[in-house]
């Protein structure tokens, strides 16, 4: 099993930056690559970007390219969401997940962080 934390939401005004938080414990010797996904109100969750447990290459979908850089530090087990340049539209709750070697699938999930993004 693999648990997995996140922190670092919050308010921030429009054209703000926060950064997230995933910590991984547990069997992380299962994860293969942790993922961020979002969530808003009344919508279907989302991907947002991955980045690989060990070799870090990381992967964006479109919308965030340029604005959100996600990272690692494997010493401290974390995964890092850097988002710049807030925009409304990306208020929702956001969720990092590690995708599991056996399975090939994002097996794993935090409980989820809420980034609001108003003025």
């Known amino acids: 099993q693999v648990q997995l934390v996140e922190s670092g939401g919050g308010l921030v005004q429009p054209e703000g930056s926060l950064r997230l938080s995933c910590t991984a414990s547990g069997s992380i010797s299962n994860i293969n690559v942790v993922g961020w996904f979002r969530q808003g109100l009344g919508k279907e969750r989302e991907f947002v970007g991955q980045?690989?447990?060990?070799?870090?290459?990381?992967s964006y979908a479109d919308y965030v390219q340029g604005r959100f850089t996600i990272s690692r530090d494997n010493a401290k087990n974390t995964v890092y969401l850097q988002m710049n340049s807030l925009k409304a539209e990306d208020t929702a709750v956001y969720y990092c997940g590690a995708l599991g070697k056996v399975t090939g699938r994002y097996d794993y999930w935090g409980q989820g962080t809420q980034v609001t993004v108003s003025s």
């Open positions: 980045i690989g447990w060990r070799g870090g290459r990381t």
